[in-house]
């Protein structure tokens, strides 16, 4: 049974969500407290797996536990239920928060995010994993693309098409605008993952909010001149750009683009965790899939797509998007998904693989139980051709 | 600088430039057409004038020595005939003087051969007049008027004629140069006035430029001023939106969830009374009948609080929000102050308590809408300097309003025990845009538009005393009977 804090200054909106959650009990084991220092002392005596946060509270605020949680129980997924919207206490909030859900919302909404934040832990159940990227003070954000979008924003002429071109070349921007855009304060979550929607969804002024609360959250040193993790952002661009052009139906291309860019988010995670060496190395183990995973999970105790996997499900991005990078190693799996995207996905990042290192047959880097999905097949040639004019 | 700025700097050193252009232009254009002027205008006085007053004496010379010889034929007396020949002879000489002088400055050879002609003339008239001198003053005074009446008077005519005609050459020569004098000056002058014409409509279009220039970057200044005051007044209005918002969302939250309780409650309840009496097998299998029968009367209870918490925000965002287009109506400022410490609750709950001290005041004349968001940013201000120091102390802080009568003015004082402020910014806090907040916190604007509103449009004061390290207390003073009364008052 899955344990779960609910944390609110008013003893009247802890009342109404224990009337509101009763039928949950029976799956969940739910704590109601009223002040910061109480979920303190609360999550000292028992682990819980989701904590859901008040924003404004006398002594303790919502911004300051989260921030406490994530350095003492970083495996706790952070939710934030707030009535109170301000673009200072989103800037706040944001870097702290996993998911920010807007008062009033609806029954539904509220168990959809707790399960959301559940189901990430369940596909992901690695403690050191959940342990990293609980506890991680801030995403990997591109500081020429975090630059470009502060200054976007502080362009008067700008548009949203300006910011979607800025946030779709960074994974870590991408992941933020879809996670804002896909959390239950906008109603509907429909799980579009398309970066143009969901800025247009989220609208300006979380946009800035995201933006200050990068700035306010940059890194004291100045950067590396090549930061580690370069190689990588441009890897995930050429196969995002791949992935799109091999999707037919244009529905899906959003999609296909930002899975694609998303999908080894983990790798960057840990090359700008653990500097040029693990680059280096990854560079070196390329060749193999199978190496590549057998090498973090020898060195860490865990690999990328667990890493991957998780941020996103964490971040409340949809479900479907979490496996597939969780498994973007495993074509076996892939193969046999109902997601569409799979393959695609796989053959771009297989084939901007072989562009790099040249491979003399590209198509042989695409496992055969994908090659021969009848999906595939006809596409072969083109997806080559494709990779090799973006090459 | 801003592209307007320099678009129009470029555009006045351009003008100037231009203007320096055309001056210097117009100044050569006009010297040059006043010099072949000038030097058309000296042809004629230094060269043309001086030998036609030469011709002109010459002949009045000629006609006065021929009066002497007229003199010579009506006299008698030796004496007398000897002066007039002698005044004859000097007009001669002064003759000889005209001719030299003119055959030294005559250079053409038109006029060359008309002085010649004179010179012809002049040589048939001395001969006789010769005769006739020596005759006289030989003393055969009869024989020398014989003389004079056979031939001087034709060859005198015909001298004379000649002269005219020299002279009506010179007064030609003068009318031609009085022409391209004309000309000259004529042809300058239209440039002149062509330049004239061409700088100003350069100079007219310059200001043109120039004053669309000026007027788009008044206008932006205007719209930036405009915007300015429109987004302050939208921050803060945004920022109360947002505050009662957050107020109005609570209420709405835990409205909402007791009321979702009560239908799945009353649902369960409906289930079991369907269900036969006594029977075992509830609906939902964690239907506690002696929790909902406990819980139900307090979801109800909760949701009919939350709804009546909403309406009191509503109000009190009503009457706060009072339209102020108008002009002063009388107003309960205890009244407003209440209204506004349940709008404004968000601001300051979180760190300090208000204590109120509202003494009898008679309505004042106000405008009740703008004094209330001056007494909400002065709760803002004083909550803010409580959060600053609540950040070390973590002891909630006091706000404490009173109000009273003092003289003929209503006095509205809102203290608080935060930091004070220090020596150093006292002077400062009442100018624009001067915070010492951080970013996203205050835009510098409140105490500004406070003062604007009690000094300006009430006529009244804004004044504050402060310990640093004990609080700041700000004093609002209102003229009781508002504005206009109190102008009249002093007036009388």
């Known amino acids: 049974?899955?344990?779960?804090?609910?944390?609110?200054d008013e003893q009247q909106i802890l009342d109404g969500l224990r009337g509101l959650l009763r039928r949950e009990r029976s799956r969940w084991q739910m704590e109601f407290v009223t002040s910061g220092a109480a979920a303190l002392a609360t999550l000292a005596?028992?682990?819980?797996?989701?904590?859901?946060?008040?924003?404004?509270?006398?002594?303790?605020?919502?911004?300051?536990?989260?921030?406490?949680?994530?350095?003492?129980?970083?495996?706790?997924?952070?939710?934030?239920?707030?009535?109170?919207?301000?673009?200072?206490?989103?800037?706040?909030?944001?870097?702290?928060?996993?998911?920010?859900?807007?008062?009033?919302?609806?029954?539904?909404?509220?168990?959809?995010?707790?399960e959301r934040s559940l189901s990430a832990q369940t596909l992901v159940p690695n403690p050191q994993v959940q342990a990293l990227v609980g506890g991680l003070r801030r995403l990997p954000f591109r500081p020429e693309c975090c630059a470009a979008l502060s200054g976007a924003m502080g362009r008067r002429d700008v548009t949203p098409a300006d910011i979607a071109r800025?946030?779709?070349?960074?994974?870590?921007?991408?992941?933020?605008?879809?996670?804002?855009?896909?959390?239950?304060?906008?109603?509907?979550?429909?799980?579009?993952?398309?970066?143009?929607?969901?800025?247009?969804?989220?609208?300006?002024?979380?946009?800035?909010?995201?933006?200050?609360?990068?700035?306010?959250?940059?890194?004291?040193?100045?950067q590396p001149k090549h930061p580690p993790a370069a190689h990588l952002w441009t890897r995930a661009l050429r196969q995002a750009r791949l992935a799109r052009q091999f999707v037919p139906d244009p529905a899906l291309r959003d999609e296909a683009y930002a899975s694609a860019l998303l999908l080894n988010l983990g790798q960057i995670v840990l090359a700008e965790r653990h500097g040029a060496?693990?680059?280096?190395?990854?560079?070196?183990?390329?060749?193999?899939?199978?190496?590549?995973?057998?090498?973090?999970?020898?060195?860490?105790?865990?690999?990328?797509?667990?890493?991957?996997?998780?941020?996103?499900?964490?971040?409340?991005?949809?479900?479907?998007?979490?496996?597939?990078?969780?498994?973007?190693?495993?074509?076996?799996?892939?193969?046999?998904?109902?997601?569409p995207l799979g393959a695609p996905v796989y053959a771009a990042e297989a084939l901007t693989h072989a562009m790099e290192s040249?491979?003399?047959?590209?198509?042989?880097?695409?496992?055969?139980?994908?090659?021969?999905?009848?999906?595939?097949?006809?596409?072969?040639?083109?997806?080559?051709?494709?990779?090799?004019?973006?090459? | 600088m801003n592209p307007s700025g320099l678009k129009s700097s470029a555009a006045i050193a351009l003008c100037i430039a231009a203007t320096l252009v055309i001056v210097v232009g117009l100044a050569a254009t006009g010297l040059l057409g006043m010099n072949r002027f000038e030097a058309a205008t000296d042809e004629i006085s230094e060269d043309r004038v001086p030998r036609l007053v030469l011709i002109s004496r010459w002949e009045i010379s000629l006609l006065q020595s021929a009066r002497h010889t007229r003199n010579v034929l009506l006299l008698d007396d030796p004496k007398a005939v000897q002066d007039e020949l002698t005044m004859i002879a000097a007009e001669r000489q002064r003759r000889i003087g005209y001719m030299l002088r003119l055959s030294s400055m005559e250079s053409s050879a038109a006029g060359r051969a008309k002085l010649d002609q004179v010179l012809k003339a002049r040589e048939v008239y001395v001969a006789p007049e010769d005769e006739f001198i020596a005759l006289a003053q030989?003393?055969?005074?009869?024989?020398?008027?014989?003389?004079?009446?056979?031939?001087?008077?034709?060859?005198?005519?015909?001298?004379?004629a000649a002269l005219d005609s020299y002279l009506d050459f010179q007064m030609a020569q003068i009318a031609d140069a009085k022409t391209d004098v004309f000309a000259t000056y004529g042809v300058s002058c239209e440039r002149i006035y062509l330049l004239a014409t061409a700088a100003i409509t350069v100079l007219f279009l310059f200001a043109l430029w120039l004053r669309a220039i000026l007027t788009q970057r008044v206008t932006e200044r205007r719209e930036t001023e405009q915007r300015l005051v429109a987004s302050e007044r939208l921050e803060s209005m945004g920022r109360l939106a947002a505050g009662v918002a957050h107020e109005i969302n609570t209420p709405v939250q835990y409205v909402n969830d007791s009321l979702y309780f009560v239908r799945e409650g009353v649902d369960e309840l409906l289930g079991l009374m369907k269900s036969p009496r006594g029977a075992q097998a509830p609906t939902a299998p964690d239907t506690n009948l002696t929790e909902l029968q406990q819980q139900l009367p307090e979801a109800l209870h909760r949701a009919d609080e939350g709804l009546s918490r909403i309406a009191a925000i509503v109000r009190s965002m009503k009457e706060y929000a009072h339209p102020d287009d108008g002009p002063m109506t009388p107003a309960d400022i205890n009244h407003g102050i209440l209204t506004t410490l349940t709008i404004g609750t968000h601001e300051y709950k979180y760190v300090a308590d208000v204590e109120t001290h509202l003494g009898p005041l008679p309505p004042v004349m106000c405008?009740?809408?703008?004094?209330?968001?001056?007494?909400?940013?002065?709760?803002?201000?004083?909550?803010?300097?409580?959060?600053?120091?609540?950040?070390?102390?973590?002891?909630?802080?006091?706000?404490?309003?009173?109000?009273?009568?003092?003289?003929?003015?209503?006095v509205i004082s809102v203290g608080d025990n935060g930091g004070g402020i220090s020596e150093a910014i006292r002077d400062r806090i009442f100018e624009p845009f001067f915070t010492t907040k951080e970013v996203g916190r205050g835009t510098g604007q409140g105490l500004t538009i406070a003062r604007n509103v009690v000094v300006r449009l009430h006529g009244g004061t804004v004044t504050f005393q402060t310990q640093p390290g004990h609080g700041t207390t700000f004093f609002v003073r209102l003229p009781i009977a508002g504005k206009g009364a109190q102008v009249q008052a002093a007036a009388a």
């Open chain 1, 1 to 8: 049974m899955s344990a779960i804090l609910l944390v609110d």
């Open chain 1, 45 to 114: 005596r028992q682990p819980y797996e989701v904590l859901v946060t008040d924003m404004r509270m006398p002594g303790m605020d919502g911004a300051e536990l989260l921030t406490r949680v994530r350095e003492q129980h970083p495996r706790m997924a952070r939710l934030v239920l707030t009535g109170q919207a301000s673009t200072a206490d989103l800037v706040r909030a944001l870097p702290v928060a996993q998911q920010i859900i807007a008062k009033p919302c609806e029954r539904a909404d509220l168990c959809s995010t707790i």
């Open chain 1, 166 to 222: 800025i946030v779709e070349q960074d994974p870590a921007l991408t992941l933020m605008t879809l996670s804002m855009a896909n959390a239950a304060s906008f109603g509907d979550s429909v799980g579009s993952l398309s970066v143009q929607v969901a800025v247009e969804r989220i609208g300006f002024q979380l946009l800035r909010a995201l933006a200050q609360s990068i700035e306010a959250n940059a890194p004291p040193a100045a």
């Open chain 1, 277 to 339: 060496e693990y680059a280096l190395r990854l560079d070196e183990l390329a060749s193999s899939d199978a190496s590549t995973c057998e090498f973090e999970r020898l060195t860490f105790g865990y690999t990328h797509p667990e890493l991957g996997a998780y941020l996103v499900a964490a971040w409340s991005l949809p479900f479907r998007l979490a496996e597939l990078i969780a498994h973007h190693h495993a074509p076996a799996w892939l193969a046999s998904s109902p997601n």
């Open chain 1, 358 to 391: 040249r491979a003399p047959l590209p198509l042989a880097r695409i496992d055969p139980s994908i090659r021969e999905l009848p999906s595939v097949k006809p596409s072969l040639g083109l997806w080559q051709s494709l990779a090799q004019t973006a090459a």
């Open chain 2, 138 to 160: 030989a003393g055969s005074l009869a024989a020398a008027k014989r003389k004079l009446l056979e031939s001087t008077r034709p060859t005198q005519l015909a001298y004379v």
């Open chain 2, 367 to 410: 405008h009740s809408g703008l004094v209330n968001q001056v007494i909400l940013n002065l709760v803002i201000n004083a909550a803010h300097a409580i959060g600053d120091v609540m950040k070390s102390t973590h002891r909630r802080g006091l706000i404490v309003i009173r109000t009273f009568v003092e003289g003929d003015q209503a």
